[in-house]
């Protein structure tokens, strides 16, 4: 990770989107069932460069969890934050951090400001810029404070202490980025930071190639859920196996008889090859049953709709293991999907949903 300490007093590029103020209250409702994290660490987003980090860690921006507080502890550099901190009286316009997304890239729809815990300390004001690059020489361009090919994708903002900020944008981008630069005037400290907007992914070349149509870096959004008491329906769609049942999706206990179920946008329409479900590190929680369900739809379903269509009945489930269905799947040759549904019976947790076959 390069560290820079130079910005140039004439920002490249400088937009009139000053998109609109969103009600702390209505930050989740707005963002989180409509669009992707596009930098959250989990995808594989990494922090490139920054001007500074003296009193926090930049890559805290992108974790994926709420801040926490820890009164009374502190560090060499000072009292410990869970955020991004820059030094006090910083002689440029404004302290930077550049950020690789975890999607091959992605169009932006809002950005999403939070400043807990940090309070006459925080950032004044904050800025959003973006750039596409595909070469690795240009990469590295892009680290540095004097490259010139930013464009601003969120103008100058106002943002308080210790609170969540959001903004979503007039329209959002028609162009796709594949890194941004989070611009903080002067200094202060930033807690996390978040940039929704839609993947877009590279498809495969050829037509019969199978591929994670779930998935978020393909697109894939996890749109609604029964409930989301311990975990949140977003992980199911991530890479890899995760770390623990804190990224996971796990809803409450239940009573009697109950089934939970969680809605997903798949990336692109596509003809269902094989099924996996993960209820990796669930061994005292994981479903007795799981079930799946299929659809094409013009618009995200409700979890009632008539035109479901059922591809896997209920299944028995075990604790952390890989399940993979083919053989067991209904019929689905030919047929293309926009929508999955994932049931499980009663409740519990489950890792990952993934949903395999080709773009049609």
């Not at 069932?33 to 805290?60: H, K």
């Not at 591929?211 to 959004?221: D, P, Q, R, Y």
């Amino acid at each position: 990770m390069e560290v820079h300490t130079m910005l140039p007093e004439d920002v490249k590029n400088i937009a009139t989107n000053t998109g609109r103020s969103i009600p702390i209250d209505e930050i989740d409702s707005v963002f989180r069932s409509q669009y992707t994290d596009l930098i959250s660490a989990p995808l594989g987003s990494r922090i490139l460069s920054f001007s500074d980090e003296w009193f926090a860690a930049a890559e805290n921006l992108i974790t994926p969890t709420p801040p926490i507080r820890r009164p009374g502890v502190f560090t060499h550099a000072g009292a410990w934050y869970d955020g991004w901190e820059t030094r006090r009286h910083n002689t440029e316009p404004a302290d930077w951090v550049v950020i690789r997304l975890g999607t091959a890239s992605g169009k932006v729809a809002g950005v999403e400001i939070n400043t807990a815990f940090f309070n006459g300390n925080h950032a004044p004001e904050i800025a959003v810029e973006g750039a596409f690059i595909t070469d690795e020489k240009d990469e590295e361009e892009v680290k540095k404070p004097e490259y010139t090919g930013w464009e601003t994708i969120l103008s100058k903002q106002e943002c308080g202490p210790s609170q969540r900020h959001g903004w979503l944008l007039s329209n959002i981008t028609e162009k796709a980025y594949t890194h941004v630069r989070l611009l903080m005037y002067p200094d202060g400290g930033i807690a996390r930071f978040r940039l929704y907007g839609v993947a877009v992914p590279v498809f495969p070349q050829s037509q019969e190639a199978i591929f994670e149509l779930s998935a978020t870096v393909m697109g894939g959004v996890a749109t609604s859920c029964s409930d989301q008491h311990f975990g949140t329906k977003d992980n199911l769609l991530l890479p890899g196996r995760g770390k623990d049942m804190g990224d996971g999706w796990e809803t409450k206990r239940t009573r009697g008889e109950h089934l939970d179920w969680t809605i997903v946008r798949l990336g692109a329409k596509g003809e269902i090859d094989h099924i996996v479900i993960d209820t990796a590190h669930f061994r005292g929680n994981f479903p007795q049953k799981v079930q799946v369900f299929a659809g094409s739809f013009d618009k995200d379903p409700s979890h009632d709709d008539a035109a479901w269509v059922e591809v896997l009945e209920p299944q028995k489930s075990g604790p952390d293991k890989e399940h993979e269905y083919k053989a067991e799947l209904k019929a689905v040759e030919g047929k293309g999907y926009t929508h999955a549904k994932l049931v499980i019976i009663p409740d519990g947790g489950v890792k990952r949903f993934r949903v395999f076959g080709k773009k049609i």
